[in-house]
């Protein structure tokens, strides 16, 4: 399904949560939507998914707005980091529901997860710890099989070895049916190999829309002298400096790593994390 975002604008009480947002996720890929606590990364997906309305711009699924269309809704799941589920109900319960609203439902997959994930049926949702109510939501969302599948990070709760089961079986899911899937992390070095394409969002703003392969082998620290240093990086996409005695530290996006090389400077990779901080920081985020 296409989704397109042409200027989209959220105000909560004339405060801009997303700020003019445009840009469109043409195919099924998994997508990582990052940046910072109030980024608007959660209003976007409530959007998306039909439970917000936008104060002006729009965006559409198939060329149709989703807020209180059943046929789009249907084929959207979000997964929130808590309170998905009614308390009182059953584990069982649950799943029957997920299984009416999803065309797409996977009952048997549902089943397969619950025991990878040592749940219960009978069990109440009340009565879930976090991180089993977290593996409850993931179970929903990728048995959902919804062409649409948002996780909003799902994981609270979670020990390191079960979200990293739940990074392999959502790469498996998502090898055998391709779908769309927007994933917000701030775990972000743990699932950045997941990603096909990464969106930063800063201030109700995009920033950036790149295949992560593409930051990574563009987007590098170069260390050298300032007063040399400072000259190469001038005109470039600089997220970040840093200084010490004579010498200095340039993050930079679009750099050609060789020619710095050749040029004598020192040239290190950055991790995803690290270069969301700085683009995200108010140091870094300017295009030069
Ligand atoms: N219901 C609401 N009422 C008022 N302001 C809100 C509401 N929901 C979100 N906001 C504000 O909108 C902005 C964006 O919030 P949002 O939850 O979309 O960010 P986020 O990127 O998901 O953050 P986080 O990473 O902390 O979950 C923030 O300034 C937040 O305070």
Redesign the pocket.
């Known amino acids: 399904m296409k989704i397109e975002v042409n200027n989209l604008t959220?105000l909560?009480?004339g405060?801009?949560?997303?700020d003019q947002l445009s840009f469109s996720l043409d195919e099924p890929k998994i997508y990582g939507?990052l940046?910072?606590?109030?980024?608007?990364?959660?209003?976007?997906?409530?959007i998306l998914a039909g439970l917000l309305l936008p104060t002006s711009g729009s965006l559409l699924v198939d060329g149709e707005a989703p807020f209180d269309k059943q046929r789009l809704t249907e084929s959207m799941c979000l997964i929130k980091?808590g309170d998905n589920f009614k308390k009182d109900l059953k584990i069982k319960n649950v799943l029957t529901i997920a299984s009416m609203f999803y065309p797409t439902w996977d009952q048997e997959l549902a089943r397969q997860l619950l025991e990878e994930f040592s749940l219960q049926e009978n069990m109440k949702v009340k009565g879930l710890s976090k991180g089993m109510e977290s593996a409850l939501g993931i179970i929903v969302g990728l048995a959902s099989k919804a062409p649409i599948t948002m996780f909003?990070?799902p994981y609270i709760g979670l020990d390191a070895s079960a979200r990293s089961r739940f990074y392999e079986l959502l790469v498996e899911s998502y090898q055998k049916e391709k779908r769309t899937i927007i994933f917000?992390t701030?775990l972000i070095d743990e699932v950045s190999l997941l990603f096909e394409e990464v969106l930063i969002?800063d201030d109700?703003k995009l920033i950036v829309q790149e295949e992560p392969d593409q930051l990574r082998d563009t987007c590098f620290s170069i260390s050298g002298p300032a007063s040399l240093l400072e000259d190469y990086i001038s005109g470039k996409w600089v997220v970040h400096t840093q200084r010490l005695a004579g010498n200095m530290t340039a993050t930079v996006i679009g750099l050609d790593k060789h020619e710095a090389q050749a040029n004598g400077f020192q040239v290190e990779g950055v991790s995803m994390q690290q270069l969301m901080i700085y683009l995200t920081s108010k140091q870094g985020g300017v295009k030069k």
């Open positions: 959220k909560y009480k405060k801009k949560a997303l939507l940046g910072r606590n109030g980024a608007g990364k959660t209003t976007f997906m409530q980091e909003d990070e917000s701030h969002f109700g």
